[in-house]
């Protein structure tokens, strides 16, 4: 069984965690096309080579993001989502929507 | 705490798990009913390898960016990091979850009174919550010589004294619930205090038992830790 | 009678002291303590201990290491279990397996016979025409090459597991494996060392070293006294590793516990297999492994017969022959298909003790004596190429013949790890290599064979392993150097009658492995596929190589280029009980479990938890429900709904963050108002719903369903990750404890408990409040909601699960008066059905967006953005192709068995256009009701479908308006 690294409770059997999917940019949902928003919902990149991903450790509730390499499994590092800019989620920040919105 | 006996069906608070234990004397607790104890040996027992249900002693906890100042102006000591755990003097243990959450086992002493007075403070305005513990979670104490032989059995995490010493806390799965482990002490005795989600009191109880039983464990009452 | 047995110090593991009678086949016999009932067999002169599997040829004695199927053996309550591992106990009863009649007059074993009309691939290609043959087949071809036989009336017993962590896990504990541990454990790590046998030193127990024979015994005995006493070392025998899983997971099987061991370092020690000779006969009792006759002398001091051959591939044979003769057997001759010894000192001893040394020679046949029951003389011709020999040989009269062809190293683990097992074709020399960066691997499975070398290298992967751990000790790292050449490079030897097995579990003879790739199987795994080589119990132990071998030379390439077959988990046939161990099985219990209990309920599954589906016996199922019913239709009733899911979240984003997660518009939500709150993912599917309740402006309560609690919660922690909004989110499932106070009299039990004013215009439909229950033993703190889930007058009382048997008890005291009737999940969903609310994940599925389950009025499309909202844009937008519709049918269609039930199938024409989702007969409709979807033109309220029902039956439905009971909804708003 797999070990990953859980930032906040350090390494622990893979059977402990739950995938949440690879992170990716959300693109503006009040300006984007609809082939924009259905890329974004629906279709993976299956690339080789290093990808992001939410890893939740279930027993603790703690979400926190992965970077493994598809080809050889290896999860190169795993951090606190805190570390990345919220453009990476966001094209536009919801904050932002919600304003331009109103 | 009151040195009364009561039954422990007539209390208002009632722990999930009274019909298993009501072998067992039970003392009054603020609220509810604990069992103190099975028979006269039972701080042997305790020192091997007990279980008790310590469930309706008073917990509470607070999570947020302003929860540790919280905790310090209620005179708490607070863990360095996340997963550690202290235990004060007059009993009280604390528990760090993580940057933000913080929780208060109750003393054996008082039964956890002093908590619920501590609970009872406001908690300073914004970013710091009172959480739900005391219900969500039951509470679960393994005692004595055997208890990382017990947990090996159940739990995939290393939880012999050199990778998990006293103050060692372990958020992770046991016999497939999400637990919450803290190795403390309670008068001078290695116990393992088990929280987790309170529906599952009489299943992890049981399978706790079974687990036991290879190194002749059996329930006992918390007379056992000189209350 | 025991039978004579060898002088000390042969017998290492048997004690002379304890005698132990037993039987095989009815038979009784004597043994001792220590024995294997294959050993004790032996000693007593009975070597027949099995049949073939396909050709029912007798079968003895091959390993003596459990690495072979001819030993299996029949236990009252075991099958299949190794006679050469198994240890004999008093009053053990053995039987032999697989055969007609008796072992010993196998009527089956005129099979032998027919040998050329049971050509490989046969089951494949014999019995499947005409169609529906082999039904017939498989029954008698079962019997026939059928294993041993289950006990049906057996239990498991209790059968466990146990996790262990250490610094570094050797498997094996030979002299590698030993001289690792201690490297290791002096170091100051923590070591586990797992062996198979009962007792450690591996090959030092039963091999000789040296000519003399003195060596092994005194460094087995100093280096197990230093392993066994040593404190940072834990030992495991007669334990397993049966497989390697990532990051050196290791399940070890000792007895009835299953221990899940995670190594920082592994260090595979395991050891290296001999390997057979591939000519005729050389399956007749008496034709063994050099090992097994050493093992046989040296572990259990019998004598494995009077008159031996060996036939040498390598220099280990010689000192077989040493110990044979030291034993008091003849050594007729030895036969080595090499030109010369490698060690010239060797050669020099054996022909010291007067044993007769043929080189370039093999045995081409083995002499059967009558029934094929044992070897009686072998035919040795010289060897003229590749797989050539003489025409002409001399016979040489024996009752034994031990064969060393080579050792192949145990490489299955290390295969499982992703390492590669390459072979050198000139220097007949196997490596392997790619090894994971913390899996290390010393002596013979790392093709180092000389004592020395063996013991440097487990020392030097020690260090390794030290160095990884950030433990290595300032002591150079030895040079590990070993010229030995063990494998001799073609021993196969094909005849013309055949019978030269490759692969002894599967009577695999040459021709079949050279058929498979005239048919065209060119792969070793393709061959292996067709032919079964290397698929039984022994796993290809010995099959492949010779295999390889014959793929390579039919198809023209090299044994590198073939390869051999992949070596899958687990190593060892293991038994189901100890995969499945005690059972975790975790289900909830409410705080009122116990009243429902008490009351009669009947308990079912809700995800975790476990709810009264109804109160009373199951064969009153009907009758409980329609009771239950009505209790709630016309006076009052409670069930107990603590398993609903529940979320707090507080802080002054939460409105912002409740508008963001549910569809509908949060931010205005009055304090003290519920809204109904509906939640779409990404993809704008429906995937749970449930009630929000503002208690202040910055704490809301909401439910969720009980099975889709702990994932919105997972999916709302997600997106805050995100989002960064001031809010704290709380799973306070466990909690709440909650009843259901339901039915036009719950107003008057409900204001009985509680000083909070519950008249209709104090308390209307869809308030929250705070407010306490008042119980003679003091007042419990709880939120009060007014819902209409099940279509009447109701409140949904939650308190803190401590109080929740306590908040039972008043209720059902306070409404006993009015008849209170607690009620079940079972009457709950025919209750909500009437009122035509939807149950998310059985009335909806992986497709369901709002529009189709006409939850257009839930969705806010003003604000600006909601998890789903640009899906849920474009889906309602576009073309609807089906709706979830109410639907009706006449009452007395249940009487014929013509109910739809969920998941039966609604046609148009025909074409299936939809399905059944929900469908119960409602007592109070006298109807039967249903949900399902159907075609878009087929949703129009009046419109009639067909619904095809069990049995192929259809049935014509009416879609009707919902909500069927109590259209204007006056009930629940009274």
Redesign the interface.
């Known amino acids: ?3 990953l690294n859980c930032p906040l409770n350090g390494p622990r059997n893979i059977s402990e965690f ?1 995938y ?1 999917g690879e992170v990716k940019q959300m693109p503006d ?2 300006s ?1 096309t ?1 082939r924009e ?2 890329e ?3 279709y993976h990149n299956n690339g080789t080579g290093v990808v992001r991903e ?1 890893w ?1 450790h279930a027993p603790s ?1 703690y ?1 926190f993001i992965a970077e493994r390499h598809r080809v050889s499994d290896e999860v190169v590092r795993t951090y606190d ?2 570390e990345l800019e ?1 453009s990476e ?2 094209a536009a920040p ?1 904050a932002d ?2 304003e ?3 | 705490m009151t040195d009364t006996m009561v039954t422990p ?8 798990l009274y ?1 298993k234990i009501a072998d067992a004397e039970f003392l009054s607790t603020p ?2 009913a604990i069992a103190a104890s099975y028979s006269a040996d039972d701080s042997e027992q305790a020192r091997n390898c007990g279980l008790c249900d310590l ?2 002693v008073i917990r509470t906890g607070w ?2 960016k302003t929860a540790a100042e919280h905790l310090q102006s209620l005179g708490y000591p607070v863990p360095e990091n996340p997963n550690q755990a202290l235990t004060k003097d007059s009993g009280e243990t604390l528990v760090r979850l993580s940057r933000t959450e913080f929780w208060v086992l109750g003393s054996l002493q008082d039964m956890g009174t002093a908590v619920t007075e501590a609970a009872r403070q406001p908690s300073p305005g ?2 710091c ?1 009172p ?2 513990c ?4 039951a509470w679960l104490m393994l005692s004595g010589d055997h208890c990382a032989g017990v947990m ?2 159940l ?4 939880m ?1 004294a050199q ?1 998990f010493p006293p103050g060692s806390v372990a958020q992770t799965s046991v ?3 999400n637990a919450i482990v803290v190795h403390h002490q309670v008068a001078g005795t290695d116990v393992f205090s088990l929280l987790f ?7 992890l109880w049981d ?1 706790l038992q ?1 687990a036991m039983a290879e190194f002749s464990g059996a329930p006992v009452g918390v007379r056992a830790f000189g209350i | 009678m025991t039978g004579e047995r060898l002088n000390a110090p042969m017998g290492l593991l048997i004690n002379r002291d304890q005698p132990v009678s037993f039987s095989f086949e009815g038979r009784h016999y004597r043994g001792y303590a220590g024995d294997s009932i294959a050993s004790a067999l032996i000693g007593n002169g009975q070597w027949l201990m099995s049949r073939s599997f396909k050709y029912h040829r007798p079968r003895s004695v091959l390993t003596m290491a459990g690495q072979d199927a001819n030993t299996l053996v029949q236990l009252a309550s075991d099958p299949n279990v190794l006679a050469d591992r198994t240890p004999v106990s008093e009053a053990l009863r053995v039987e032999g397996q697989n055969y007609a009649g008796s072992l010993e007059g196998d009527r089956d074993a005129l099979l032998n016979h027919f040998g050329r009309f049971m050509p490989v691939g046969f089951y494949y290609r014999a019995f499947y025409k005409p169609k529906g043959i082999w039904d017939w087949w498989e029954k008698a071809i079962r019997k026939k090459a059928g294993l041993g036989v289950v006990d049906l009336n057996a239990t498991a017993g209790y059968h ?6 250490y610094d570094v896990v050797i498997i094996g504990a030979g002299p590698a494996g030993l001289s690792a541990a201690l490297t290791a454990a002096d170091a100051g790590v923590s070591v586990l060392l797992v062996d198979e046998n009962p007792v450690i030193g591996g090959a030092l127990t039963y091999s000789r070293f040296d000519p003399a024979g003195v060596h092994a015994d005194g460094l087995r005995n100093e280096l197990s006294e230093k392993v066994l006493n040593h404190t940072n070392i834990r030992v495991m025998t007669e334990a397993t590793c049966n497989a390697w ?3 050196n ?1 290791l399940p070890v099987i000792q007895g009835k516990r299953l221990y ?1 061991v ?1 190594a920082k370092e592994c260090i595979v020690a395991a050891g290296a297999y001999e390997q057979h000779v591939v000519f005729r006969n050389n399956d007749l009792p008496g034709v063994m492994m050099c090992s097994a006759a050493d093992r046989l002398m040296k572990l259990y001091a019998v004598r494995p017969g009077k008159k031996a051959v060996i036939l040498a591939g390598n220099d280990e044979a010689y000192l077989t022959a040493l110990a044979l003769a030291e034993q008091g057997v003849h050594v007729a001759a030895l036969i080595d298909m090499r030109d010369k010894a490698q060690d010239p000192a060797l050669a020099d001893a054996v022909a010291e003790a007067c044993i007769n040394i043929k080189t370039g020679m093999t045995v081409y046949e083995a002499l059967p004596q009558a029934g094929n029951k044992h070897i009686r003389a072998v035919d040795v011709r010289a060897i003229t190429g590749q797989g050539k020999v003489a025409d002409q040989g001399e016979i040489i009269d024996c009752d034994l013949l031990c064969m060393s062809a080579g050792f192949m190293p145990a490489y299955q683990l290390l295969c499982q790890a992703g390492a590669r097992l390459s072979y050198d074709d000139e220097r007949a020399r196997f490596e392997i290599t790619d090894l994971q960066p913390h899996l290390h691997i010393a002596g013979s499975v790392n093709g180092v064979y000389t004592l020395n070398a063996v013991l440097a290298d487990g020392k030097a992967k020690a260090l390794k392993a030290l160095e990884l751990l950030g433990k290595a000790p300032a002591e150079p790292v030895p040079a590990v150097h070993c010229e030995k050449q063990m494998n001799y490079h073609w021993p196969i030897f094909k005849h013309p009658q055949a019978k030269e097995f490759v692969d002894f579990d599967e009577d695999l003879q040459i021709k079949d492995i050279v058929n498979a790739t005239r048919i065209g199987y060119r792969d070793v795994q393709l061959v292996k596929r067709f032919s079964t080589v290397g698929m039984g119990p022994s796993q290809g132990r010995h099959s492949a190589l010779p295999t390889a071998r014959l793929v390579a030379d039919a198809t023209e390439r090299s044994v590198s280029e073939t390869g051999v077959t992949t070596a899958r988990p687990p190593f060892n046939a293991e038994k189901l009980a100890v995969i499945a161990g ?1 059972a ?1 099985d ?6 009122m ?2 009243r429902h209990v008490e009351l009669g309920a009947k308990m079912i599954p809700a995800g ?2 476990q709810r009264p589906a109804f109160y009373g016996a199951a064969e009153n199922r009907l009758e409980c429900i329609a009771k239950e019913a009505h209790a709630v239709r016309n006076k009052v009733a409670v069930i107990d709904v603590s ?1 609903l899911g529940g979320i ?1 979240l ?3 984003d939460a409105a ?1 963050f409740m508008n ?1 997660i549910y569809t509908f518009g949060f931010l205005k939500q009055a304090v003290g108002r519920t809204r109904y709150a509906v939640l779409t993912n ?2 704008g599917v429906v995937i749970d719903d449930g009630v929000s309740c503002r208690f202040a402006e910055d704490c809301f309560y909401v439910t969720a369903t009980t099975t889709g609690v702990d994932s919105v ?2 999916n709302m ?2 997106w805050n ?4 909004l ?1 809010v ?1 989110i ?7 404890a909650a009843v259901n106070l339901a039915g036009p009299d719950s107003r008057k039990v409900l204001e009985k408990i509680t000083d909070l004013d519950v008249s209709a215009q104090a308390f209307p439909y869809l308030d929250c409040h705070e407010a306490d229950i008042k ?1 003679a ?2 007042n ?1 703190p709880a939120r009060l909601l007014r819902v209409g889930f099940v279509g009447e007058l109701g409140y949904e009382i939650h308190v ?4 929740g ?2 908040l039972w008890d008043v209720v059902m005291q306070a409404g006993a008066e009015f008849g209170i009737t607690p009620f079940g999940v079972e009457t709950q969903r025919l209750l909500r059905l009437e009122k035509g609310h939807i149950i998310v994940s059985q009335d909806t599925d992986g497709m369901s967006h709002p529009g189709e389950l006409s939850l257009g009025w839930a969705i806010n499309r003003k ?3 909601f998890v789903g ?3 849920v844009d ?1 889906v309602m937008n576009a073309k609807q192709t089906r709706k979830l519709v109410g639907f009706t049918l006449p009452a007395d269609l249940r009487h014929k068995g013509l109910k739809p039930e969920e998941g039966h199938i609604v046609l148009r024409g025909d074409d299936i256009s939809g399905n059944i989702t929900s469908c119960e007969y409602s007592p109070a409709l006298d109807a039967i009701i249903g949900l399902g979807y159907v075609g878009i033109d087929q949703a129009d309220t009046g419109s009639q479908f067909r619904i095809r029902v069990s049995g192929g039956h259809e049935v014509q439905a009416v879609v009707t308006e919902l909500p069927f009971y109590d259209a204007d909804n006056k009930r629940q708003e009274m």
Request: aromatic share 16%; glycine share 6%; net charge positive.
């Open positions: 069984m797999k070990i739950v949440g949902p009040a984007c609809d928003w259905a974004y919902v629906f939410w939740l509730g979400w989502p805190s919220q989620f966001f919801p929507v919600q331009a919105r109103q | 069906g007539d209390t208002l608070a009632r722990s999930g019909r609220e509810s469930t309706p999570r947020g914004s970013d919550y959480l739900f005391q219900d969500s979670h090996a059995k739990c995939g995490v290393d012999r990778s016999a497939r619930i989600d309170a529906g599952y009191h009489a299943y399978v079974d | 466990d597991k146990e996790f262990l962590h899983f990532t990051d997971w899940k995670r005690r975790f975790p289900y909830r219990q409410s705080a479990h116990h975790s938890w398993t707090e507080r802080g002054p912002e963001r990404e993809q919660y997972r922690t997600r990750a995100m989002w960064r001031r704290d709380s799973n306070v499932t466990s909690a709440f119980t033993a003091g419990i803190p699960s401590r109080y048997e306590a604000k600006p953005f909202c640009r899906s474009i």
